[in-house]
């Protein structure tokens, strides 16, 4: 539900000539306006419709709007639906409380001031779109967070199968030569069997390394944004086939501080990890601009593109990956910006960073 979305307005009155006074007062609002000309027609109504406002006359034959008023608020379903009485009739202060003891939100005499009325009724609309908004924003968190635990999960088992696949294979192969060597009748050359078990924890320190650098690459911390996405980008094109270049301005792009780098740094990843999965891609450019006193970091590819949903960063149509960079940048006050590239995608984030965060670059040793 969007802040322009429309919400429905319910007037319960029997006689038109003030259902027609109350459509022209609140026409200027620009919300759905629903007539009803009796209590029973009202229930029918908000059984069909999601409903804001109740604006209801209290004199009504049959059904008055006490009754009307009781008889909704007895529906768990219209328990927060605003009512607002009008009356001509009963305006005492026993009216008045009867009303309120009802339900309503307010009690409105006759002659109706239209400026109060809109005024009135235009809050209690707002109040409603905005509490559709923080329901629907909170079932995308919900999903959000079952995708998260999902992804984490998922993450866990691949590190798992890693370790236990590659690294623990190799330690159980050095456990077995050590303990040939370590055997009497051991006929073997033992400096070439020792020879093959350093291989092997070689191989075993260089998987951890791997990993480690992955998870958070220690040239971030060193030497700075800019050395650990090139040395990312040349993995990234290895393991992927995907041509991949990084291109900044200034040349001596200087260091930014740590969370700013780290954020920009992961967002990258995030970014060239759904160019692999889902793009289907030849080519990848990363640019890496300050200016404006802006971080700006632009991602392009040549795939298959976005769909206008998801461009538009619409609630159900964003992946975790997506909402977690978004999220990242919120962090900083910054923006992320999706687009079609046509071909491909762009991912833009820009990320307010002010002259003193600036350091000046570390020449790599």
């Known amino acids: ?18 259902l027609l006074s109350y459509e022209v007062i609140l026409g200027e609002l620009g919300e ?17 419709n999601d409903i804001a406002v109740v ?7 049959e059904l008055d709007g006490f009754e009307l008023a009781e008889m909704i608020r007895q529906h768990p379903r219209f328990k927060k639906t605003a009512i607002i009485f009008i009356s001509a ?15 309503a939100v307010d009690y409105l005499s006759v002659p109706i001031i239209p400026e109060l009325l809109r005024a009135k009724v235009s809050v209690f609309a707002d109040l409603h779109r905005k509490a559709g908004q923080l329901e629907k924003l909170n079932g995308e968190l919900r999903r959000l967070s079952g995708r998260l635990i999902t992804m984490q999960d998922q993450e866990r088992r691949r590190i798992a199968r890693e370790l236990h696949d590659g690294l623990g294979q190799e330690l159980v ?15 073997e050359s033992k400096a070439e069997a020792a020879h093959e078990a350093a291989t092997l924890i070689d191989q075993g320190i260089q998987q951890i390394r791997s990993m480690s650098h ?24 290895q393991r992927t086939g995907i041509e991949t270049s990084v291109e900044v301005n200034p040349v001596d792009f200087p260091r930014l ?29 990363i640019t890496l601009r300050v200016q404006d006193r802006q971080v700006v970091a632009k991602v392009r590819d040549d795939g298959c593109g976005i769909t206008e949903s998801v461009a538009e960063q619409r609630p159900g149509s964003v992946g975790i990956g997506i909402a977690g960079m978004s999220q990242r940048v919120k962090e900083f006050g910054g923006d992320l910006r999706l687009a079609h590239a046509h071909p491909g995608t762009i991912v833009e984030i820009l990320i307010p960073c002010d002259a003193p965060s600036l350091q000046p670059a570390r020449a790599m040793a």
């Not at 759905?32 to 069909?48: D, M, T, V, W, Y």
């Not at 604006?55 to 034959?61: A, H, I, Q």
């Not at 009963?90 to 409380?97: A, E, G, I, V, Y």
């Not at 992955?214 to 094109?237: K, N, Q």
């Open 214 to 237: 992955l998870l958070h690459p220690p040239l971030l911390d060193e030497v700075g944004l800019l050395s650990a996405l090139r040395w990312y980008v040349e993995g990234f094109a």
């Open 89 to 103: 009739v009963h305006l005492t202060d026993l009216d008045r409380l009867k009303g309120y003891q009802r339900g």
């Open 1 to 18: 539900m969007s802040t322009h979305d429309k919400v429905n307005i319910l007037m319960v009155d029997d006689q038109p000539a003030k």
């Open 257 to 285: 501080t740590p969370d700013v780098e780290t954020a920009v740094f992961r967002i990258v990843q995030e970014s060239l990890s759904n160019v692999f999965r889902h793009s289907q891609a030849r080519t990848a450019q």
């Open 32 to 48: 759905n306006l629903i007539k009803a000309h009796s209590g029973r027609e009202a229930l029918e109504h908000l059984l069909k």
């Open 173 to 187: 192969a050095v456990k077995l030569l050590l303990h040939r060597i370590l055997e009497p009748n051991f006929e």
């Open 55 to 61: 604006l209801m006359d209290v004199s009504m034959p």
